[in-house]
């Protein structure tokens, strides 16, 4: 039996990241949802600027550092390893094709996930007339 498994290509709205690619980032902005679209057509200059630096920076093998959270994710963009702010510290993620569409901020969280533990001593009413020693 000879039996082929090929992968799924991925596509965005029907286009292949090759097509895509071939896109400005004003006519990408016609395949994205209302608000990114809008983003992206605002800040069309901004994005390519980024890009464009970015790619300079990935050449020379540099860190891409950013505290531009609202950059809306281009096809130009897949494959670059980028480090996003986020209040303290920079978050290092490789933009995939799955990201197009989204915010860079949306791939480093700013609130830490909150682990409940047990009550301490005072935070309930049986514990409140012990001694504290």
Do not use: C
Not at 9 to 32: H, I, N
Request: glycine letters at 6%; aromatic letters at 6%; a positive charge.
């Amino acid at each position: 039996m000879n039996i082929e498994i090929r992968k799924k290509e991925f596509t965005y709205r029907g286009k292949t990241l090759e097509e895509l690619k071939k896109l400005d980032v004003r006519e990408f902005a016609k395949f994205l949802r209302a608000r990114e679209r809008r983003t992206a057509l605002r800040q069309f200059q901004e994005i390519e600027n980024f890009v464009k630096r970015a790619k300079d920076k990935n050449s020379k093998n540099k860190k891409i550092r950013t505290h531009s959270r609202p950059i809306i994710v281009v096809p130009e963009m897949v494959g670059l390893k980028i480090q996003i702010h986020k209040g303290n510290q920079f978050v290092p993620v490789e933009i995939t094709e799955e990201m197009l569409g989204h915010r860079l901020g949306e791939f480093a969280p700013t609130r830490s996930r909150v682990a409940h533990t047990k009550a301490g001593v005072g935070a309930t009413k049986g514990t409140k007339h012990k001694s504290k020693k």
